[in-house]
Each structure stands twice: as structure tokens, then as C-alpha cells.
């Protein structure tokens, strides 16, 4: 059984050989360790004296823009095949590099949808980008950002849809990515406003709240079909929904307001013959059975340090939903014994993955997560998870 | 007798911002109007606490106290000014952009009436250490929501001690991710996951009720 055989199985809940393991974003930092390559630092480039208009202009060409960003995720995909991941991760993102004297490196990132991303430094010394706020604090700026980026969203959807069949020739006889149409709705509606700006709106200017998710709700359908057109029978879809003790909205207003939206995009890709796995972090426990009505397959962080428990989440929802996790990466994955990670992994696995249905992945990515503790995770996902299990 | 409390509570917004207006035109005092907000979000608190209210509620309960604020202000004449119970210094630091926890918190002190500077996201070391030496806080709050700024909270709570400026503060650890082993790295004087708690350390220790 290959390594794609092996995911889809698993997220069709029948037992493969053995449990799949995934990662998620791969952090540049971990992914330059893995490959022991330094990647080139934007930073360098914008620190060099003299002005920076070509540089700009370049950078803002699509046609660099979707090279450069393609060489990038490679090498995070190369290192999750080289760390023996059986699938990964792979989004698409268009950003627009703009000066901006208001910050320490004079330049920062925007996106379609109107969210700022600030370029830094990781304790690694790479350069690393950061969601830092948006440009739609009020319903005119959004109104307008959204008419002024039209243009974007009009070639979006082709420019992923170029990416994800670019990246199924280049891994597609190593490792399986699993194109991810991110951020989701929620995201997409509150991060260019702020989200007190936005949670307000849900209370108190309910009518833009919808044209909002309506307005993103019909380009996420157009962006999830470009990752669909790849080929896809597993595709990935999130919204950070929780916090660490629950849902970051009230439930019944996640479902008045998202709900149809969520159900939509669901249909679509059943429609298209896949599976769609949802990521959110944060306790979502309360939302498990929303996540089943509305369609959803599987999840996918199952954030340990927001008491999500594999085993107990099996038993609250059987076997409609596919999970993945939920290795931490607070401890664990940084700082972890090689026992402690073993036991983890036993833990969850004995926990979910009987009957299929569990892929053993890390809680999320940042850049202090260990490769070698990636390694041990992989090496006691091969141990423990070979199938039938043994109790 | 006024519902102000309640309409807070209930996260009427328009509503408690009218009866607030209604109330100064009526020449009700600054502070009883104040105090019937503090209740209200008070009542907010507790209902999240409880799982009643979402961290959305929370959110919009700071908003309107924010705004009442705001139509309060110009209303306050110098010798009823409330001298602040203390300082309070907020950060996320180098490494860390979330802040919607740091957020609330920050709003959660005004309430308390604390004087609040609040430097933001992905801050350098250093210049928490400088804004220790100018502002000249009693409280240091750190919000950490990600393993990685635990380093460079280290890097400042260090500089602290090693500049002789860490013994007249308190310095307070807070955020998803925070732990007692993260207060104990830190040397911090406090850890917690609730904005509330971390509030209510501060007022006990300027001696509050
Ligand atoms: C929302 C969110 C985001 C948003 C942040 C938006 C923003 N402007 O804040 C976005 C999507 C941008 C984001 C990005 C990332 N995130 Co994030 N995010 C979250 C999430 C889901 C919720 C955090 C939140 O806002 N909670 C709501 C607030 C109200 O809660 P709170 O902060 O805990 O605050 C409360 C208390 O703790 C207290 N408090 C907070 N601070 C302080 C301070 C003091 C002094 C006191 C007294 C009290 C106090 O007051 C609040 C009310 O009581 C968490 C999951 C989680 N478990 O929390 C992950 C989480 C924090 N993210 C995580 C990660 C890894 C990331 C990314 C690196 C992902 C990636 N690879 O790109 C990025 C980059 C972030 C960076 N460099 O900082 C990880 C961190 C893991 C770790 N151990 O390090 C988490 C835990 C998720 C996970 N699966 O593990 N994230």
C-alpha cells in the first residue's frame, strides 16, 4: 500500500496497513533543518541599501510571486517526505509585497482579502510572516478593498488551481498534498476587520456580517474547486473556531451565521467526490456535532492543550468524523523524552485508530518543534500503528 | 433606578450607550455611572466563566464599556479624577502576534481603573525593558500564546533583573499556552489563563478589594 493509499483509506475510516501520518504547515525553520539548507532571506533583500521599486515590482509579478512561493512550499513538502510523512499540508496564498514605513523592516505583505502579514525573523534567523491586522476596519474600507482587489480574486482560483497540479507532478510519486483552500470564511471575514470589529457586526449590523460571508463564501467555492481540479480526493478546509476552553462564538450563532455557508462548501466537494477534513485549533468540542451536520469528514489538529482527547471525541462522535492529531507541540515535539513521545503516540492511537479513521499528526506547526522529535513521532507511528492493532 | 448593569450584561449595546448619555444629561455622577459598568461587565465575566457567554460576548462587553468610556471622559473634572490603583504594563512578545487575550485583559484593567500601556505584539526585549524604565509600571503582563516567545520573554524578565529594575515590579504570565513551569522559567510573580484572575492579583496587591 503507498503513501496516498494509505491516507485516503484512513480517511474513508477502513484500517490501511498501518496508521497514516500527516504534517501540517511545516515551518521553514524545521523544514531547513530537515533538509540542512539555508532558503534564500527575503530580509536580506529588503535591508540592502538604495531603492527598492524594482524589487517590488518584481516581487509583485504573479508570475515570480507563484514561482517563488511554489520553490518554497517544495522544500517544505521534500522535508515532510524526508521526515516519512505519507501526506502534508498545501496551500495556496497570493501576497503583494508593500512599503510601509510604519514597521521595523519598511515592508510588509497584503493579501486579497485585506489582511496585512508583517515580515520578522524566527529565533532561527529565517524570515517568517506573520498575520499582523487588516485594512477593512469599517464597512466602507471593506466594501472598497474587496472592488479595488476584484482583479485578485478573479485569478486566484487559476493560480491554485496551477499550484496544487504542480505540486501533484512534483510529489505525486512521494507523498500525497493535500491542497487546503485557506483561510476559511470565519477567518477570511474577521481578520482584514479586526475581530471585535467583526464579532460586533454579528450583533449589531447583522445584514453586512452576511454580505461579508456571502461575498467569501462564493470565492471560497471558486478556490476550493481549483484545488478539486487537482485531482484531489481529500481536501482540506479550516476555520480557527475554538479557543482553549471552547468555541470562540457562541454555537447557535456559528450555525445562524456560517452554518449554510459551511454546508455549501461540504456539498461541493462531496459533489466533486472527495473528502473535505476541517482544521480548527482550540477546544471545538461543543461544535463536534455541527461539524457532522454540516458535512465535514474528518478534523484535523485536536489541540491537546484545549482538552481535545482523541479517544474521548471517538466516543462522542464515532465514526463520522476522520481525526487528526494531536500531538503537542508545546512540550512534546520541543523539549519531549523519546519515552514521552512513544507514549503519545501509543496514547492516541489506541485512543482512535481502531477501525480506521485516525491520521497521526502534530497539533500544529511553529518553529521550535524538534525533527528529531518529528522522527520519534514517525518511527512509534510505524510501530505502534501497524494494523490489526494490538491491544 | 437604572438597568445599565443589565443592559451590559445582555450586550445591548445601543441601549446602554443611550441610558448612559440619559444619565449624564440627568447630571448623575461619573462615578455611579462607572460603577453600574463595572457590574455589568463584571456579570459578563462570570457568565464566561460559567460557559454561559462565548470569547465573542466577552469581546462585545469590552466594546461597550470601551465606548461608555469614551462618552464619559470629557465629563470628568479634574479633582474627581480617580488616581489610577496602579500601573500596568502589557506585551506579546518577539515571536507572538496574538493578542485578542491581551486585548481583553488590557480592557479588564481600565475597568479596574489601572492605568494601562499596552506595547502591542512581536515586542523586542529591549524595548519592554525601556518602557519599564519609562513608564515606571507595578505590573508587567505578558501574554503568551506561543512556545516560542517564551525565549524572548525570558531574554526581557533577565534584562529586568540584570538592570536592578525587577524587584519594585510584580510580573505576571498569562495565555493558552502558559503553564506553572513558564512562571518558575520566567521568575514571574504569577501565571494564569484568566484575565480576571490576573486582574484581581493586581488589585489585591495594590491592596484593593
Ligand atoms: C486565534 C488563534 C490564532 C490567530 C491569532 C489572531 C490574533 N490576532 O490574536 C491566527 C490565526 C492569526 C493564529 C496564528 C498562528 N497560530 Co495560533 N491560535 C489561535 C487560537 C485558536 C486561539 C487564541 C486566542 O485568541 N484565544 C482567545 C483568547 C481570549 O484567549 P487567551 O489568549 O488564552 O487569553 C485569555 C487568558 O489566557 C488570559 N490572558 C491572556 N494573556 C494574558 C496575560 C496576562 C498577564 C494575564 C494575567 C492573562 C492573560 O486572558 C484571556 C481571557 O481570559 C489558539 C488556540 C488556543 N488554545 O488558544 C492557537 C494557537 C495559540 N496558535 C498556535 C500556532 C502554532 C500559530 C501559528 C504559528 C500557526 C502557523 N504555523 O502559522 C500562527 C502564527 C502565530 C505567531 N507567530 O504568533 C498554537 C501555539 C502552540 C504552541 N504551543 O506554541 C495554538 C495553541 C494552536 C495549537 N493548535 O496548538 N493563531
Known amino acids: 500500500m503507498n503513501f496516498k493509499e494509505r491516507f485516503v483509506t484512513a480517511i474513508n475510516h477502513k484500517e490501511a496497513d498501518r496508521v497514516p501520518i500527516m504534517g501540517l504547515i511545516v515551518d521553514t525553520a524545521t523544514s531547513c533543518k530537515v533538509l540542512g539548507k539555508q532558503p534564500a532571506n527575503i530580509l536580506d533583500l529588503l535591508k540592502e541599501e538604495g531603492p527598492k521599486d524594482d524589487l517590488l515590482a518584481m516581487l509583485n509579478t504573479p508570475e515570480v510571486w507563484n514561482q517563488t512561493y511554489i520553490d518554497i512550499v517544495s522544500d517544505n513538502l521534500e522535508a515532510a517526505a524526508k521526515l516519512g510523512y505519507d501526506a502534508n499540508w498545501a496551500i495556496y496564498t497570493l501576497l503583494q509585497l508593500h512599503e510601509d514605513k510604519s514597521t521595523k523592516v519598511g515592508f510588509v505583505w497584503h493579501d486579497p482579502y485585506g489582511r496585512v502579514w508583517e515580515i520578522s525573523e524566527d529565533n532561527n534567523g529565517n524570515s517568517i510572516i506573520n498575520y499582523a491586522g487588516g485594512l477593512c476596519g469599517t464597512k466602507e474600507k471593506w466594501r472598497a478593498k474587496m472592488e479595488e482587489n476584484k482583479a485578485l480574486f478573479e485569478v486566484l482560483p487559476d493560480y491554485a488551481r496551477e499550484f496544487h497540479c504542480a505540486l501533484q507532478q512534483r510529489f505525486g510519486d512521494r507523498i500525497y498534498p493535500v491542497g487546503y483552500a485557506a483561510p476559511g470564511v470565519f477567518e477570511n471575514s474577521w481578520q482584514p476587520m479586526g475581530f471585535a470589529e467583526f464579532t460586533s457586526l454579528l450583533y449589531q449590523d447583522a445584514d453586512f456580517a452576511r454580505e461579508i460571508i456571502a461575498f467569501h463564501t462564493e470565492h471560497y467555492l471558486r478556490h476550493m474547486d481549483a484545488v478539486l481540479d487537482a485531482g484531489a480526493e481529500v481536501v482540506l478546509g479550516g476555520d480557527d473556531l475554538g479557543q482553549k476552553t471552547g468555541p470562540m462564538l457562541r454555537p447557535a450563532m456559528i450555525e445562524e451565521f456560517f452554518g449554510e455557508s459551511y454546508r455549501k462548501v461540504a456539498a461541493r466537494v462531496h459533489e466533486r467526490g472527495a473528502k473535505l477534513i476541517w482544521h480548527s485549533c482550540g477546544n471545538i468540542n461543543a461544535l463536534l456535532e455541527l461539524f457532522v451536520d454540516w458535512g465535514f469528514d474528518g478534523i484535523i489538529t485536536m489541540e491537546p492543550t484545549a482538552q481535545m482527547d482523541v479517544a474521548q471525541v471517538r466516543q462522542q462522535v464515532g465514526h463520522n468524523l476522520a481525526l487528526i492529531g494531536n500531538l503537542d507541540v508545546s512540550h512534546l515535539l520541543v523539549k519531549g523524552t523519546r519515552e514521552e513521545v512513544e507514549q503519545a503516540v501509543e496514547q492516541a492511537i489506541a485512543g482512535a485508530a481502531e477501525g480506521g479513521g485516525f491520521v497521526l499528526s502534530a497539533a500544529h506547526s511553529h518553529s521550535l518543534i524538534d525533527p528529531q522529535r518529528l522522527q520519534w513521532m514517525v518511527e512509534a507511528g510505524k510501530k505502534y500503528g501497524k494494523y490489526p492493532l494490538v491491544r | ?209
Open chain 2, 1 to 209: 433606578m437604572s438597568n445599565l448593569d443589565q443592559l451590559i450584561e445582555e450586550l445591548k449595546r445601543d441601549e446602554a450607550l443611550g441610558e448612559v448619555e440619559l444619565r449624564l444629561a440627568g447630571g448623575e455622577s461619573v462615578t455611579a455611572i462607572l460603577d453600574d459598568c463595572r457590574a455589568g461587565m463584571a456579570r459578563v465575566g462570570e457568565l464566561f466563566q460559567e460557559g454561559e457567554y462565548f470569547l465573542a460576548d466577552l469581546i462585545l462587553s469590552a466594546e461597550i464599556f470601551k465606548s461608555a468610556a469614551a462618552l464619559l471622559e470629557p465629563h470628568i473634572n479634574p479633582e474627581q479624577q480617580q488616581k489610577a490603583l496602579g500601573k500596568v504594563l502589557l506585551a506579546t512578545m518577539r515571536g507572538d502576534i496574538h493578542d485578542l487575550g491581551k486585548n481583553i485583559l488590557a480592557t479588564l484593567f481600565r475597568v479596574h481603573s489601572f492605568e494601562v500601556h499596552d506595547l502591542g505584539v512581536n515586542v523586542e526585549p529591549e524595548d519592554l525593558v525601556q518602557e519599564v524604565k519609562d513608564f515606571q509600571p507595578d505590573f508587567v503582563g505578558i501574554s503568551a500564546l506561543i512556545t516560542t516567545s517564551f525565549e524572548s520573554a525570558k531574554e526581557a524578565t533577565d534584562q529586568l533583573e540584570k538592570e536592578g529594575l525587577r524587584d519594585g515590579i510584580k510580573i505576571l504570565v498569562g495565555g493558552a499556552v502558559t503553564t506553572p513551569e513558564v512562571k518558575t522559567y520566567l521568575g514571574a510573580d504569577f501565571q494564569t489563563h484568566d484575565a480576571t484572575a490576573g486582574v484581581a492579583y493586581c488589585v489585591n496587591a495594590m491592596g484593593g478589594c
